[in-house]
């Protein structure tokens, strides 16, 4: 009889948990959706496609918030969408992810995106009184068995692009002409990154006034390969060789060989929301120059360089941070004028910065800037003076010590708490051709 007893009490226990969690689910009217994307994102498209839910302007007004981050994979990109329940739907978060190929076109892309929405919003519709207006709609399978041919990768992950391009300008005073042919490969595994990028530019410009020409040629020629090794979840270890020329920079032929390894303070996989690595390259180059270099090498001279940068990326629903800095420095040893200056007497510095925060609702702060400083003269520069013509033209690398660039924004907005009208009209840019 006790046995009976305590089981009716347990029963009537769980049917009474089961109520009150049943009461205790959210409903909402509608739901009110803020859209952070940190990828490609159609947002005139996803509108016209999903009507049913309310796109608001501030993520503080929103109910569900949506951080759509693309991370680059060997083939295309790897597509993260972050939901996250707000006010009523507080504590009821889900995570998608999915592939596009580079091969894809951009509808193919806003596509998917849109058909992924529509299933991450599924949940949050469950809640709300459109539930019943909801349909559901699944695949069609094939019931022919696929053969194992159909899942080999034949090409084993590598993926190659061809490009070209150019330009031509003209008017009274200036022309210029200029062509870019790039080639690049790659493959990248879970264990294995490789890479090659090769490019080379042909620019040349041409001033004249009151008879008087001047002409630039800017030609350089780009190759940079790079190999990296999984080394857990933390290290990696690999190294990048370069090779090419560049007319501005005094480098009529160089090759850089860097050894490095890199240390990521969060675990690789987070790198999506947050990543902080340390990276540490050290190597020789091989540089000839153009003209005789500040340091009076006419012909070529080998130096052994070495780097250490750190970058940090902080992504999340109140927007986005990114910090990069680094130094390098040499450690062979220069002369001028019978004097031995040591490599490590000439050092380099940079910072940059990247923000975008809504601090308050309808508040933004945006900043940016970079700044870089170098103790010494670096050994590419040219002996020679510059004149002021090279600085109007921009025409070769001169000695400076400090470069600045910072742009600050401030951004309030108020008024219509919703965006859901979709008016392509005049979306061209307002182009205008004039006739005589």
């Known amino acids: 009889m006790a046995r009976i007893i305590y089981s009716l009490v347990i029963l009537m226990l769980f049917s009474v948990n089961k109520i ?6 959210p409903q909402a009217k509608e ?14 498209y996803i509108k016209t496609e999903i009507k049913s839910v309310n796109y608001v302007l501030d993520r503080f007004g929103a109910n569900v918030h949506l951080l759509i981050i693309s991370e680059g994979t060997g083939s295309g990109q790897k597509i993260n969408m972050f939901y996250e329940g707000q006010k009523e739907f507080t504590g009821i978060n889900d995570t998608l992810t999915y592939f596009v190929l580079d091969t894809e076109t951009s509808d193919i892309m806003r596509q998917k995106m849109a058909s992924m929405l ?31 041919n159909q899942d080999i990768d034949k090409w084993k992950s590598w993926i190659f692009n061809f490009g070209t391009g150019g330009n031509i300008t003209k008017d009274d005073y200036q022309s210029s002409k200029s062509i870019r042919n790039s080639f690049s490969f790659y493959k990248t595994t879970e264990d294995l990154k490789i890479s090659s990028y090769n490019s080379m530019t ?24 790079q190999i990296v090794f999984s080394l857990g979840s933390h290290f990696s270890a690999g190294g990048n060789v370069s090779a090419g020329y560049d007319h501005y920079n005094n480098h009529k032929m160089y090759v850089k060989i860097k050894p490095a390894v890199e240390y990521d303070f969060f675990p690789y996989k987070e790198s999506v929301k947050k990543l902080l690595t340390l990276n540490y390259s050290a190597g020789p180059s091989y540089l000839k120059y153009s003209d005789t270099s500040y340091y009076n090498i006419s012909d070529s001279e080998w130096l052994f360089e070495q780097n250490l940068s750190a970058n940090a990326t902080i992504t999340q629903k109140w927007g986005n941070i990114y910090l990069s800095g680094g130094w390098s420095t040499f450690l062979n040893n220069f002369s001028l004028e019978g004097k031995k200056i040591p490599g490590l007497d000439i050092n380099s510095y940079w910072i940059y910065e ?53 742009y600050w924004g401030i951004n309030y907005r108020f008024g219509s708490k919703s965006s859901n009208v979709v008016n392509p009209r005049f979306n061209s840019g307002g182009m205008v051709f004039y006739s005589f």
């Open 202 to 225: 042909i620019a040349r410009t041409k001033w004249v006034y009151e008879d008087e020409e001047i002409i630039v040629n800017r030609n350089s020629a780009y190759s940079s390969n």
């Open 354 to 406: 990247s923000v975008d925060i809504q601090i308050l609702k309808g508040l933004s702060i945006y900043l940016s800037s970079s700044f870089s400083f170098t103790k010494g003269i670096l050994p590419n520069i040219p002996k020679k003076d510059f004149t002021k013509e090279d600085l109007i033209t921009n025409s070769r690398v001169y000695p400076t010590s400090k470069y600045l660039y910072f």
């Open 20 to 25: 009150s969690s049943q009461n205790l689910r």
């Open 118 to 148: 529509k299933i991450g919003l599924f949940r949050y519709f469950t809640f709300t009184t459109m539930l019943s207006d909801l349909e559901i709609k699944f695949p069609v399978r094939d019931t022919v068995k696929k053969t194992g």
């Open 31 to 44: 739901i009110n959706l803020f859209i952070n994307c940190q990828a490609y994102c159609d947002i005139d």
